[in-house]
């Protein structure tokens, strides 16, 4: 494989908590190739949006190193982070927060260009003018504030700003999960064809699996700050080994069930990581877990194409598949 | 079209501590969307809200009957009739009919899926049937029957002793909804015996079991628990079990999976399924798959209006209305192919663009200068739609 654009390795980050410290990620892998889209799916307090802060340096990590382009950006000073951001940009889950009410539209995304001392004035203008064109806004919109707009027509503003830099990677944080379903498909097309066209790599964080699957090449599956499993985005979602990613998909609201596809619904609810179960993080929950996943913790371990951190691989089989 | 008198009360029994328990009192003519009769039938001898130790469900008022009876051969009567309901908002341009002309039918043990997009007007469908719009709205027309009683006509006594009894309502957050420095058992005791159940042990006993029956692990502690102190699923399950402890004859349950986790959910909506016992369900969502993985039927609600409405698998296989078919291409969906998903253009129209004509007109791929006119909801009870140029079946 070729060196990755970005990779987090053996990530560990805490933090602090009245009653010890809270471990949000505990050992994670993630790479991401130029041009491709990896998801980093899992539930809230799996871990997922503090790995995304780490990877933009907002966290740092209590050991473990992330590499961009091959270097190492872990703990960077100031100024080497701002240009690590330059080529890292993020996109917010929720349009109506992460605007500035009181600014334009115009101004909102010649703020990048302007912290970066990007080209002449009126190059700025230009670009403003060229990415609102690239996301679909209409050309009135320059002078208007966010306030004005719908939630998708915000997120359009979002993704223009993040990419007014012509970031090698955005990170987008469950990017429509706020909008209404005819609107998602807008912005998650968006999402695309800007990459097809620019060739910017994208991570996106969401706990949803059929948008994941619409959209990623990769997927890395977190539970309670570990990667349980990661492979192609068919082999995970089509053929899971690790029993929660099957409960995961199985959990998956589908317009049509077949009579036999009979749903996996997972008892109890993920575990504090205050004090993270003995052995797998996931056995309390986990409907073929045995002795040996409460003492000890698997590691992940290549199958194919993926890998997966469980002592006893798909043997909860999805709905509907029979055993072989 | 009715215009109504507030306060008017119809209920012979108010000031009465003990209800009459008539719920099938007022018989009604068919609507287009409800089964071909109703029966009107002689009031249940069953105490009000019986626990059926056998089956482990609450019975509500009205008979048990097994969930998953399909429309036609239930021939119930209707825990929920709306007609011809309008809602309206003033706007600095004129009045606003953000709710217009909707009727909707619940036959009890039946789910019904209301889905819509945000703006949709299908949580103040939701709220007019507590008579909640917000100021300042208003209900301008229309009638609501809820087992049996004519909710419009009832005075705000009346009306609050209905509420959470005859009529229950999930909401989405529920942190929100409880009272955050009351305990959970406190907040059922409260329900119970507001509701008729007066004895504070005997109220605190089926509080308990209350809580048991919606899956909570050791009730007991959870009684005393404050709701910060439970998790968001938890507290999802026992606004639940506050919404059914006085066994209302119809469950509200505005997006009560939509702040959840995906694992979480699974477990709301399977525990939904195995509560609802013979009370209807009326289920707000955006979710066309959560609807249709819970719902008999499904409405499907555009801009104010029903646009679509039936049983729930002609409305996923045989969508007529061109809105319904965007909607289920627009959603992704765990399939090999993976086909670029169709957008809808533009966005949903904002209170004051509401337009007499077709709503949806302005972003649909079908319409012509007919659809200025509008498309009244034509069709059966199993399947009817409002549109002038109607997918055809089989596209």
Same mark, same amino acid.
């Given at each position: 494989m070729t060196r990755p654009l970005l990779a987090a390795l053996d990530l560990h980050v805490s933090f602090p908590h009245p009653r010890g410290r809270v471990r949000a990620l505990d050992g994670v892998d993630i790479e991401i190739a130029a041009g491709e889209t990896v998801a980093l799916v899992g539930e809230s307090g799996s871990g997922k949006s503090t790995a995304a802060l780490t990877l933009m340096g907002v966290h740092r990590p209590d050991s473990g190193r992330v590499l961009f382009d091959g270097q190492d950006v872990t703990g960077a000073r100031a100024s080497a982070l701002k240009a690590l951001r330059r080529q890292v940009q993020m996109v917010l889950q929720d349009p109506y927060s992460s605007l500035d009410p009181r600014w334009t539209v115009a101004r909102i995304l010649a703020e990048p260009l302007e912290a970066n001392e990007w080209g002449s004035r009126e190059a700025r203008q230009r670009r403003v003018a060229e990415l609102m064109r690239r996301v679909g806004l209409p050309e009135d919109a320059a002078g208007r504030r966010p306030t004005e707009f719908s939630g998708g027509q915000r997120q359009r503003i979002s993704i223009a700003r993040a990419l007014a830099l012509e970031p090698r990677l955005v990170i987008a944080d469950e990017p429509v999960s706020a909008l209404d379903v005819s609107i998602q498909a807008q912005i998650i097309n968006l999402l695309l064809d800007v990459q097809r066209d620019t060739g910017v790599a994208y991570l996106v964080i969401s706990h949803d699996v059929a948008l994941v699957h619409q959209v990623a090449d990769r997927v890395v599956v977190l539970y309670l700050g570990q990667v349980v499993e990661q492979g192609p985005t068919d082999r995970v979602i089509?053929? #899971? $080994?690790?029993p929660y990613t099957v409960a995961l998909i199985s959990a998956v609201p589908e317009l049509e069930a077949s009579a036999d596809r009979r749903r996996i619904v997972l008892p109890g609810e993920p575990p504090s990581p205050l004090s993270p179960p003995s052995g797998c993080a996931f056995h309390p929950r986990c409907p073929v877990a045995r002795d040996h996943c409460r003492r000890e913790r698997p590691l992940l371990s290549g199958v194919g194409s993926a890998s997966v951190a469980c002592f006893? #691989?798909?043997? $909860?089989?999805? #709905?509907g598949v029979r055993p072989a | 079209m009715v215009l109504l008198k507030r306060g008017l009360p119809d209920n012979p029994t108010r000031g009465k501590r003990r209800r009459i328990h008539d719920p099938f009192r007022v018989s009604r003519p068919p609507t287009a969307y409800g089964p071909a009769a109703h029966v009107t039938q002689s009031p249940s001898d069953r105490p009000p809200d019986a626990y059926a130790e056998e089956t482990g469900t609450w019975a509500s008022r009205l008979d048990r009957q097994p969930i998953g009876t399909s429309l036609a051969q239930s021939m119930s009567p209707a825990v929920l009739e709306l007609e011809a309901l309008r809602v309206e908002f003033p706007t600095s341009q004129g009045v606003a &009919?953000?709710? /217009? /002309?909707v009727s909707l039918f619940v036959a009890r043990g039946e789910a019904l899926g209301m889905v819509g997009e945000s703006g949709s007007g299908k949580t103040m469908i939701a709220l007019s049937l507590l008579r909640l719009v917000p100021e300042p709205g208003r209900i301008a027309a229309g009638s609501i029957h809820v087992a049996g009683r004519n909710l419009l006509a009832l005075d705000e006594r009346s009306l609050n002793q209905l509420r959470g009894r005859d009529v229950a309502m999930v909401f989405q957050n529920p942190m929100s909804a409880f009272n955050p420095v009351r305990s959970i058992g406190h907040q059922l005791v409260a329900s119970l015996r507001r509701h008729g159940c007066t004895g504070r042990r005997e109220a605190r006993s089926r509080a308990l079991r209350a809580l048991g029956d919606v899956g909570i692990p050791s009730p007991e502690e959870r009684l005393d628990a404050y709701p910060h102190q439970l998790s968001g699923g938890m507290l999802q399950r026992a606004m639940i079990a506050l919404a059914m402890v006085n066994g209302p004859s119809l469950l509200i349950a505005d997006e009560p999976t939509t702040a959840l986790d995906a694992t979480i959910q699974a477990q709301i909506l399977d525990l939904l399924r195995q509560r609802l016992g013979s009370a209807g369900l009326l289920l707000v969502t955006h979710n066309l798959a959560v609807a249709a993985g819970l719902c008999h039927r499904i409405a499907v609600v555009y801009a104010g209006r029903v646009v679509e409405t039936g049983e729930t698998a002609h409305i996923i *296989? *045989?969508? *007529?209305h061109p809105y319904t078919r965007a909607l289920l291409r627009a959603a992704p969906r765990i /399939?090999? &192919? *993976?086909?670029r998903l169709e957008s809808i253009p533009g966005q949903p129209p904002g209170p004051r663009d509401l337009v007499a004509g077709c709503r949806f007109a302005s972003r649909c791929e079908r319409a012509s200068a007919r659809c200025a006119a509008r498309p009244r909801l034509t069709g059966g009870s199993q399947h009817a739609f409002a549109c002038w140029h109607p997918v055809e079946t089989g596209a």
């Open positions: 089509r053929a #899971p $080994l690790h006893f #691989p798909g043997e $909860l089989r999805p #709905p | &009919s953000v709710v /217009d /002309d *296989r *045989r969508p *007529r /399939d090999p &192919s *993976r086909p």
